[in-house]
């Protein structure tokens, strides 16, 4: 995203017998709007979803820590409202992540958790917008590192 953004996620973690856990995601970050010129303005908004395996996982009395690793793939969308010519786009976003995972127990199935993820961008997209003047400006371009942090609830079963 061009600038810092909210956003939402869902995710389970399966726990199969004799086997690393499994974690399914889904992520849709809201849209960041950006002035660009005078009245112009690009709206911007990114969904994933994804897969990791976990084999590091530790828990003792109330808190537990979780380590993953996978890919996840999606969308970045944007639109433009202002200019010359209104355009919109979507392209294909993809990145590998290293999710870690922290949770503290509250009561019953109920925990509160914290996550911090180290993203790798497979895709590097670049937003660009043509002036005034009719020169290509570059709006955003994506960075060959990046990181996510959520606080959440989540239901753990079985207890």
């Known amino acids: 995203m061009p600038s810092a953004s909210l956003g939402v996620t869902a995710s389970a973690i399966l726990e199969p017998p004799s086997f690393w856990g499994i974690l399914l995601t889904g992520t849709y970050w809201f849209g960041v709007s950006e002035t660009v010129e005078q009245d112009a303005v690009s709206d911007v908004s990114l969904a994933y979803g994804g897969a ?8 003792r009395w109330r808190v537990s820590y979780r380590v993953c690793a996978g890919a996840e793939v999606g969308s970045l969308r944007s639109r433009g409202e202002g200019f010359d010519t209104d355009q919109a786009d979507e392209s294909v976003y993809a990145h590998v992540l290293l999710p870690n995972r922290f949770g503290l127990k509250l009561v019953g199935p109920l925990v509160a958790s914290l996550g911090l993820s ?8 670049e937003l660009t917008y043509r002036g005034a003047d009719g020169k290509s ?17 989540a239901l753990h079963f079985p207890q």
Not at 52 to 59: E, F, T, V
């Open 118 to 125: 180290l993203l790798i961008p497979l895709t590097r997209t």
């Open 137 to 153: 400006r570059v709006l955003y371009q994506g960075s060959p590192v990046a990181g996510a942090a959520d606080l959440g609830l």
């Open 52 to 59: 990791a395996l976990c084999p590091i996982r530790w828990s």
